[in-house]
């Protein structure tokens, strides 16, 4: 780990709150900047999303603002980094992210996937 790990931790988990707020899910300018030339998710709906999907979905609906807890996180390599949390709400999930430092752009979300739990927060058991 590097001596600022904790700030360069702490900046990965601000920019994943800047995508759960629908004022700047709207603008698809900063949604773009925030999202990497190959970002991809899999949606808890079960869709799967490209950088273009995602900037022109949320440009047309932002949603609402979502409540989300248990930002956890993990240094998987010097310019990588895991983020799991939970989301609250009408739909429940689990969350992980995995972003990516990239010279002269900094932290960018490479990869998102969301799993719908039960709506008393628990997820189902294992396959």
Avoid: I, K, N
Wanted: charged fraction near 30%; glycine fraction near 12%; proline fraction near 6%.
């Amino acid at each position: 780990m590097t001596h600022d790990d904790g700030g360069e931790l702490a900046e990965v988990v601000r920019r994943e709150r800047q995508l759960l707020d629908p004022a700047l899910r709207a603008d698809g300018e900063f949604v773009a900047g925030l999202l990497h030339a190959d970002y991809l998710e899999y949606g808890a709906s079960g869709r799967v999303w490209d950088r273009e999907g995602v900037v022109a979905e949320l440009r047309a609906d932002p949603g609402v603002p979502a409540d989300a807890t248990g930002f956890e996180p993990v240094r998987l390599a010097d310019d990588v980094v895991l983020l799991t949390f939970r989301l609250h709400g009408d739909r429940p999930s689990l969350r992980c992210s995995v972003w990516v430092r990239e010279p002269g752009s900094g932290w960018r979300l490479r990869f998102h996937q969301g799993t719908r739990t039960s709506s008393a927060g628990e997820p189902s058991a294992p396959v």
